[in-house]
């Protein structure tokens, strides 16, 4: 097995885990922890295809994951922020199956 | 024998990686998985430098492990009441679920793998093959920071966008909040030594330095605005839990133009060359390096300063008081 | 029509103004932090009114107008493309954003906090709308569908206290793990294409058990955005909880954005994927969406609900075009998506209404407040109802008779009864909802006499707002023809020979 078809495979292990995180642990800062894992995965998967061929290092990927970063770190500081306010408020820390009216 | 170390460390670094990921999701203790978390942004970092991406190394240890992981970790200061598992649900029901959800997830793997494994290299005329042939026709050296700022200008500048609408939707939420409760705000710095004011002296000026370094080299190779930005951030971090930044309610006029500098700057040299005839942000001939430059600077700029404000939870910052409090 | 043999304009500079007008009025308004907010408001709408003008009379000449960003184009750049389809949203955001930004002054009156965050937060979700409408690139959509989605939990949440946020905070969990399907399918497709651009892609595609994986997460990725079922549970709440202009933008636009692009990327990206299969699929989701949503409507206890459910209902029938897959289907939908969005901010607008002058939107409560200061805000319900239900003359009688046509030639006795049961329960729902507005009260007292509760005072623009969009919805239905004419330059369809 060749080191990108590795680390690929282990994106798609890191993806998974991060699926299952996000569907079994509703502690809403844990569901966020697992949308941070499932982009790693998505992150690493861009860059070991980047390197399919070892001499040549396909720097478009290399972009999207670094843009990917940013985007991730925005979005976890708004959901972070909304989990503060919401437990402030509440004293919530998951949505729990409520419908509220 | 060096390839077969390189094998070893790689195979290490993958389990590795997959353990911490699953320790993430399943240990019992919230300060656990944050903890974990963050040595495994770290971990992915090394994976990175592996897979000859250093640009996203320097990145995802500033920004995916450092940044991230003080958001969590302050977060989660906030937030101390963990939940017992056996609070959640009956416990069979939840084992039950468990199983169901874990045999979902195998499943996401094993289509994923299987899909994974079947790709092949495309054949036809690939993005990537350009990037590298054009490299020569833009302003600057490195591939992947001519892909960022001019092959796809595009995609980073709309990103800023995605910055800036993160420190208005925080305060969106503050905004949710009855007038009464706000400005419970932290200050930061609480039982500092001497010790710390003399390491911040030191480091202040140190990391400066780095960022800049990191800017300037970008054009050339590793580095560029978001590893300088997020290396500005860590410093602005580092600032404010040491008090020496402290919150304030209201941003002022100059910190709201630093928060839309990087986005207005890289707008309107967009329509500038649109302006003069050309397509947008098609650089003119000689001009492409100076201009990308001024962009990244403001740039660098506009992605530190949200950074640090989503740390602080505040919509503005100013210094604080800087003594040695015994 | 959409004649190969006219070139496309290469690098119009009005694509890149209706993104980038917003985009700076944005910027301008957080650095002039709430101030002046008007003023930019109306530069905005004259500018953006401008370039889709500009635009609209080169998508009739030519079909379709390109934008080389960088002047490097596909595969290595990024493309903005204008067509029928795109004009067609991108219309539909100006009228929504006309009415909504006309309306937000008197809306946030006295809440100043919230007022200085709605405006950029607005001004970049239109820069966002608009960057959709014209994107070919599958990562430079996921970055837009990320703007999209931070600054509408934004606007979810603003000054909604704990149920807004915990509505917002379901809404941003759903979105996001949509976008990460967006992305892994993105990266699924780079890996095996080499390519992200939408119509490279669509050329010559060579299908592997990979690209039909990535087609399904994107696709699922999108219908948790849009709220498709069995991935509707975050809207009710969302949609309902937030400030009246934001629910009219939600529910007009946002969630139309992630059907928009489900069917960018089927039709033009994946053509060679779009068979018999998938298209049954998509019919078997929408239909479910239809009758899910308009029972649900039928059962809800609060004016909001009732709209909001009923987004659920008709997002779905914009997913028939891909069952009856022909040009009266595809010039339905269209026109659906047009007719649905001004009727659904008009309903929403008015149902702001009714909150602000009543106090609360229970269906129970209303008939005895209800008559003095909102006749016109029900009116204009009455008129966005009308079309809504699909009665002639309005806009969706246009939308729901050309899908019943399309139904009759290429769907058979199924679809067909579909759309008549799923048009019955809507009558149904919004029957309901009128009933309850118009009811005189009991023992004929207090006729034309204003309650306690109606003391409250309404601004014209708000009283008038729903009023005006709820005329539209009825114009829509007389201007039909040169409308499509335009809005279906580049359609994926032809007219079948009659």
């Known amino acids: ?101 | ?326 | 029509m959409n004649e190969a043999s006219v070139l496309p304009v290469e690098s119009h500079p009005g694509l890149v103004l209706l993104v980038f007008i917003p985009l700076l009025a944005a910027i301008l308004s957080v650095l002039l932090d709430g101030r002046a907010a008007r003023s930019t408001a109306v530069v905005t709408l004259a500018g953006v009114f401008g370039a889709l003008w500009w635009v609209s009379a080169e998508v009739a000449a030519a079909s379709q107008v390109r934008h080389l960003l960088g002047g490097w184009g596909a595969p290595l750049g990024i493309e903005l493309m204008a067509d029928g389809l795109s004009l067609a949203m991108l219309w539909l955001t100006w009228v929504t954003g006309l009415a909504v930004s006309a309306v937000a002054p008197a809306s946030f009156a006295g809440r100043a906090e919230v007022s200085r965050l709605f405006w950029p937060l607005w001004l970049t979700l239109w820069a966002a709308l608009n960057a959709t409408w014209l994107a070919t690139d599958l990562f430079n959509l996921y970055i837009t569908l990320e703007l999209l989605t931070l600054a509408a939990v934004a606007l979810a949440i603003l000054g909604g206290g704990s149920a807004a946020l915990r509505a917002g905070m379901r809404y941003l969990l759903y979105a996001l793990l949509g976008s990460l399907a967006w992305l892994l399918g993105v990266a699924l497709i780079y890996a095996g294409h080499g390519v992200l651009d939408l119509h490279t892609l669509g050329v010559g595609l060579e299908v592997g058990p990979a690209t039909w994986f990535a087609a399904a997460l994107m696709s699922v990725g999108l219908m948790a955005k849009a709220a498709l079922w069995p991935l509707h549970g975050w809207l009710p709440p969302a949609h309902a909880g937030a400030p009246a202009p934001v629910s009219a933008l939600l529910s007009a636009l946002v969630v139309k954005a992630a059907v928009y692009l489900l069917l960018r990327l089927w039709w033009w990206g994946l053509p060679a994927l779009t068979g018999q299969g998938v298209a049954l699929a998509f019919g078997v989701l929408g239909a479910a969406a239809m009758l899910y949503g308009s029972v649900l409507a039928l059962m809800q206890l609060r004016v909001k609900r009732i709209i909001a459910y009923s987004t659920i209902a008709q997002l779905g029938y914009l997913l028939l075009v891909f069952p009856l897959a022909s040009m009266a289907a595809w010039q339905g939908v269209l026109y659906h998506a047009l007719s649905h969005g001004v009727a659904k901010a008009a309903m929403f607008l008015a149902a702001g209404n009714i909150l602000m002058v009543v106090g609360h939107d229970r269906l129970a409560g209303l008939p005895q407040a209800m008559r003095a200061r909102l006749g016109p805000s029900v009116a204009g319900l009455v008129l966005a109802s009308v079309s809504l239900m699909g009665l002639p003359p309005t806009g969706g009688f246009i939308a729901k008779w050309l899908l019943l046509r399309a139904a009759f030639e290429t769907g058979g006795v199924v679809w067909v009864s579909l759309i008549v049961l799923s048009g019955l329960l809507a009558a149904a729902y919004l029957f309901r909802l009128l009933a309850m507005l118009l009811r005189r009260p009991p023992g004929g007292e207090g006729d034309g006499v204003p309650d306690a509760h109606g003391a409250a005072s309404l601004p014209v623009v708000l009283s008038v707002m729903p009023l005006l969009l709820g005329i539209v919805a009825v114009l829509l239905g007389f201007v039909a023809a040169p409308l499509l004419e335009l809005f279906l330059q580049g359609a994926p369809f032809v007219e079948a020979a009659p």
Do not use: C
């Open chain 2, 1 to 326: 024998m060096g390839e077969l170390v390189g094998w070893v460390f790689d195979g290490l670094l993958a389990l590795s990686l997959v353990l911490l990921a699953a320790r993430v999701v399943a240990s019992a203790r919230l300060f656990e998985s944050i903890v974990l978390f963050i040595v495994f942004g770290l971990l992915m970092a090394i994976a990175w430098a592996r897979l000859a991406a250093p640009h996203l190394a320097l990145a995802e240890a500033a920004i995916g492990a450092g940044i991230t992981g003080a958001l969590l970790l302050s977060t989660f200061r906030e937030i101390v009441t963990d939940q017992p598992p056996s609070a959640e649900a009956p416990k069979v029901l939840v084992y039950r679920l468990r199983v169901l959800m874990a045999l979902l997830a195998g499943g996401v793997f094993a289509v994923l793998g299987w899909a994974l494994l079947s790709i092949e290299v495309p054949a036809g005329p690939a993005a990537g093959e350009q990037a590298r042939a054009l490299v020569a026709r833009t302003g600057v050296d490195d591939a992947v920071t001519a892909v960022l700022l001019d092959f796809r200008a595009y995609d980073t500048l709309l990103e800023m966008g995605v910055l800036l609408l993160a420190v208005l939707g925080a305060r969106a939420a503050v905004a949710a909040q009855p007038p009464a409760s706000g400005d419970d705000l932290w200050i930061g710095g609480e039982g500092d030594t001497p010790m710390v004011g003399a390491l911040v002296g030191l480091l202040s000026p140190l990391i400066i330095i780095v960022a800049g370094y990191l800017l300037w080299v970008g054009a050339y190779g590793p580095g560029g605005a978001f590893q300088a930005g997020a290396v500005l951030a860590a410093l602005g971090v580092l600032l404010r839990l040491t008090g020496r930044l402290v919150p304030l309610p209201r941003a002022g006029a100059f910190q709201r133009g630093v928060l839309v500098m990087g986005l207005a700057v890289f707008s309107l040299a967009g329509l500038l060359t649109m302006a003069t005839g050309r397509a947008f942000l098609q650089y003119p001939e000689g001009l492409a390096y100076p201009m990308i430059l001024v962009i990244e600077v403001a740039l660098t700029l506009s992605i530190a300063l949200p950074l640090v404000l989503l740390f602080s939870g505040s919509a503005g910052i100013a210094a604080g008081r800087s003594q040695h409090s015994p």
């Open chain 1, 1 to 101: 097995m060749s080191q990108p078809a590795l680390f690929v495979l282990i994106a798609a292990a890191v993806f998974a885990i991060g699926v299952y995180g996000l569907l079994s642990r509703p502690q809403l800062v844990r569901r966020i922890l697992a949308l941070n894992l499932m982009g790693n995965g998505v992150f690493l998967l861009l860059v070991a295809f980047a390197r399919r061929n070892p001499e040549t290092i396909d720097p478009v990927p290399h972009a999207m994951v670094l843009t990917g970063i940013v985007i991730a770190v925005s979005a976890t500081a708004f959901a972070l922020a909304i989990v503060r306010h919401l437990y402030r408020q509440t004293g919530e820390v998951s949505l729990g199956e409520d419908r509220p009216r």
